[in-house]
């Protein structure tokens, strides 16, 4: 198996945390493996990711960069896949790995395994476990084309930590835009910016459901500042213009594992537990106790939530003295 390239996802001219779950991916497959940062800024990002082991920090840098589009990244990322002779090309599975790599993939003609929870190398050969049926299955796959492509799911990959060293950093060419890109234009990216934890990353989340109506706020916000929580929705309570959508956990939300996850007047849809029933200890807050969310749970309180969360705030807030 020859060595994986692992492509870095920048933010503001700074590394996302995302991509920490792709070097731990990397790590596993057991292979050498090096970076590529890619965009405008990679040059100074890169210094970033020389500490953790890598081979080469590769930095394809250019103002034609400055904002993500598939057909623009994706050539650079396939030429330099192609001239280094990388067996595996992985990035994280975030909304920019989910477009980006079944586009590498296509270009490579290579098999892609797309949001894998596990990496096995057994006897040289990796195996990939995915998620299927909205996570109520795994299947176990391998790909037999040369160059395999990989998109990891960030909650089950721990974010690497630096492991001491300090890799090369080397410039790579930036490839023309593939065709269809001069009839793509970016037109802004509408970022939230919030002082809670991001989703993907937060400890601690206070999710609610549709039943917490317009009180969605009032009732949530406190328990969650009292946690230092991110807050998540199920995705009725934003459809319903309860909560922003950028909230919404589950199958088409996004894919979280924190430590501790409250689920406040949240029913328990298979499609919302498809994005949070990896979390260490879930706790549900629901009046009605055949719930299904009750299912999952490792402690379950059937009550208004209307009553118990403001007292459990309390209590919380007590307890931090
Ligand atoms: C293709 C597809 C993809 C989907 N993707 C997602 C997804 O990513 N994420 C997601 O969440 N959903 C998703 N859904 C929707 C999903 O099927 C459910 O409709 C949704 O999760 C229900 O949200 P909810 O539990 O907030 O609302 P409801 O089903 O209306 O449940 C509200 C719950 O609150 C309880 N309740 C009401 N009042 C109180 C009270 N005062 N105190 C305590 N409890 C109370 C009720 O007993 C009930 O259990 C998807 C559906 C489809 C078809």
Excluded: W
């Excluded at 890169?46 to 589009?69: I, P």
């Excluded at 109520?136 to 796959?141: D, E, K, M, R, S």
């Excluded at 459809?239 to 029913?267: C, E, H, N």
């Amino acid at each position: 198996m020859s060595d994986t390239l692992i492509v870095a996802e920048l933010a503001d001219g700074k590394i996302k945390k995302t991509t920490h779950s792709a070097i731990t991916f990397a790590r596993q497959a057991g292979q050498p493996f090096s970076i590529l940062v890619i965009g405008a800024g990679a040059k100074a990002a890169a210094a970033e990711l020389t500490g953790f082991g890598a081979k080469a920090v590769l930095v394809a840098d250019d103002a034609s960069l400055a904002s993500y589009v598939a057909e623009r990244f994706a050539p650079t990322v396939v030429e330099v896949a192609r001239s280094g002779g990388f067996g595996v090309v992985v990035a994280t599975a975030s909304s920019f790995g989910k477009d980006l790599m079944p586009r590498v993939a296509a270009a490579l003609d290579a098999g892609y395994a797309g949001d894998i929870s596990a990496v096995s190398a057994d006897g040289g050969k990796l195996s990939y476990k995915r998620p299927m049926f909205a996570g109520n299955a795994y299947g176990h796959c391998t790909i037999s084309t040369a160059t395999q492509i990989v998109s990891v799911r960030q909650s089950e990959f721990t974010a690497a930590e630096p492991s001491g060293g300090a890799s090369d950093v080397k410039d790579v060419a930036v490839a023309p835009a593939g065709p269809g890109a001069d009839r793509v234009e970016f037109v802004k990216f509408d970022q939230v910016k919030s002082a809670r934890p991001a989703l993907g990353e937060a400890k601690v989340i206070v999710a609610g459901g549709r039943a917490l109506k317009e009180r969605f706020n009032e009732v949530l916000e406190p328990l969650a500042d009292a946690l230092g929580a991110g807050v998540g929705a199920s995705r009725a309570a934003c459809d319903a213009g309860y909560a922003p959508s950028d909230y919404q956990v589950g199958q088409t939300g996004k894919i979280v594992a924190p430590a501790l996850y409250f689920a406040i007047g949240i029913s328990g849809a298979i499609q919302h537990l498809a994005g949070m029933k990896g979390s260490k200890v879930i706790v549900a807050v629901n009046k009605d106790g055949d719930a299904p969310i009750f299912q999952v749970a490792d402690y379950g309180l059937v009550a208004d939530l209307f009553g118990v969360v403001p007292e459990l705030t309390s209590a919380v807030i007590a307890a931090k003295g």
